[in-house]
């Protein structure tokens, strides 16, 4: 295999999303500083943080910015930029700001940003991860008050990826506005970045590099040593383990399942894998009246029950574990995985494929010479996704649902799915529920779209229940613990009757890492440089 160069690799770029990550410790350490280079298969296609909710974003932007609460190595909650919170009464939280910190400009970071990031959030892609606030109030310089719209016991949980803009940075560079969820509209925020966190950007070519270097007035103090680290864009699989085998790189994400055994064997080298919160599913559009990417103009047939039945024991998972994911997937009965709050293990366990069932199904639903459909995937978003996009079509086949995979660079399908356009008949998606709670994947992507409070925004084939989203609006404010999962486990129970959302797999993540290197990988698909460190 060719070595890996970085001048012949830049032309190829393209740009893109989401990328991996699972769980270790991390070491302390006195080593002196280093650099550090890792590669990943796409790039955050944007350093706004309030403009889309994406997991390779907020992996990206969690180095440069900072929210009120964080997560730590082992994924707890701890504080940040906030130094203390309390709940005052059932509707009211308190938090006290963290004095002496300042934005990487040299701004004085104050409550009025926290404000001003609170209306920024709401006005843009991350919307429904704040829908539970109604309002904030600037006690005085370091303490807010945020008021929710109705009881919510987990607030600290779901604001971990809310990230504190410099008002005064924003306003001076004409990005009070976020951009847009599908990338379409662009802010200086959307290429330049302001945060209060342990890195700066000091360098940023979209869709080829990104440059990090040490913040020197981080309030904090690291427990890595890494002082500067360039993130490179890799989109091919062998150019990305071809860039770690040759020392080119000190990390890889998204190793081929096929290319894991070779990592390992490779001297200086190993795979660290573990569990990724992200579960992959199926979600066809019910909400119109026609197929838009389809053969059926009169009529819907994903609006049939029985049709999406029928397309859930098609559908072998098993096999798409063994053959395609070489066993780096758990198949899944539910779109979230076994780490999140809310799991059933009863209602998760995947469904057995019955293709004589399916056909039944189908002939009972008026479609037993199927129909044709294009089904729209990534083909550089999470591990293997276009070989998987191609096995579903495969076993759709099997009951003459004729599926045309329209596989592309994320950043072309992004453009084209997101919201406001939601323009795809039959989607192949990824969720990673950040706050490990289920209540986020219902509020982002079961509720029935409100585009005025954001609930519903990723809601890709329109599907609604109204029965679900009362309980989406019970769980948000029941504080009794196991009254709270018992309506959890309803909502899925329904969800999982109605077919909206076909699960395939809950991924694992997979890092090619040098061995003198030391990660904390975590199952939020983040890349927490703080903690990394190059002996």
Known sequence: MMPFSFPAFKRKMLLGTIAAAALTAPLATSVQAADFKFAGPLDAYTLDPHAVSNTLIFAVLANVYEPLVRRNAEQKIEPALATEWKQTDDTTWEFTLRQGVKFSNGNPFTADDVVFSLTRGQAGGIKANLNSIASIEKVDDYKIRIRTRAVN?????????????????????????????????????????????????????????????????????????????????????????????????????????????????????????????????????????????????AKNPFKELKVRQAMELAIDTGAIQKRIMRNYSVPVGLPIGKEINGFDPELGAPVKPDVDKAKELMKEAGYENGFSVTLDCTNDRFMNDEATCLAVAASLARINIKVEPRAQATSRWATQVNPPEYNTSLAMLGYSPATYDAHIFLTSIAATRDPKSGLGAFNIGGYSNPEVDKLIAAIGKETDQEKRTDLIQQAFKLIKADVGFIPLHQLNILWGVKDNVTVVQPADLAYPLRYFTVK
């Open 153 to 297: 016991p987990i607030l600290p949980n779901q604001i971990t990826n809310w990230y504190i803009m410099d008002k005064e940075w924003a306003e001076a560079n004409g990005a009070v506005q976020p951009g847009a969820a599908n990338n379409a509209t662009e802010t200086f925020a959307n290429r330049n970045a302001m945060g209060t966190g342990p890195y700066v950007i000091k360098e940023r070519d979209p869709g080829v590099k990104t440059v990090f270097a040490t913040n020197s007035g981080w309030w904090d103090k690291k427990a890595g040593n890494i002082d500067n680290a360039t993130f490179f864009v890799i989109p091919n699989p062998s150019t990305r383990v071809s860039a770690l085998i040759s020392g080119e790189v000190d990390l890889i994400d998204g190793v081929p399942p096929q290319d894991a055994e070779r990592i390992d064997k490779a001297d200086g080298l190993h795979v660290k894998a573990g569990p990724d919160l992200r579960t992959i599913y199926v979600q066809p559009d019910v909400a119109r009246d026609s197929l838009i990417f389809g053969s059926e103009k």
